[in-house]
């Protein structure tokens, strides 16, 4: 499928939809388009207060020291999180089977990779 194709496709489904969150679309290591609809990518006064002043974003977390979009959870044995900085065009994912283990080193590669 061509890529103009494709983007118009998305385009239809996400109004269709009402799609609300960040598309990224790779191949071979190239940006084929990349989407960013609905509320999920806009900061929302929640009464929420975190450590890293991070604002929520109705899925993503928004960094507090960037522009990175972030997704993150844990449970017993598992913690994860996938940041996307579009300004510099990095992706990063940590994935640890400790309930704790991702942290250290998602802010080490924040502050060390995205200078957040």
Request: glycine share 10%; hydrophobic share 40%; charged share 20%.
């Amino acid at each position: 499928m061509r890529v103009e194709t494709l983007e118009t496709r998305v385009d239809a489904l996400i109004a269709e939809s009402h799609f609300s969150g960040v598309i990224r679309v790779d191949q071979a290591g190239e940006v084929l388009f990349e989407r960013s609809a609905g509320w999920a990518h806009r900061a929302h006064k929640i009464p929420m207060n975190t450590s890293e002043g991070q604002r929520y974003g109705l899925g993503f977390w928004l960094h507090s020291k960037g522009p990175g979009v972030m997704l993150e959870g844990y449970d017993a044995g598992v913690s994860f999180r996938a940041v996307h900085d579009p300004e510099s065009d990095t992706t990063l994912t940590v994935i640890s089977n400790w309930t704790n283990g991702a942290w250290p080193v998602t802010r080490a590669l924040d502050r060390d990779l995205l200078g957040w």
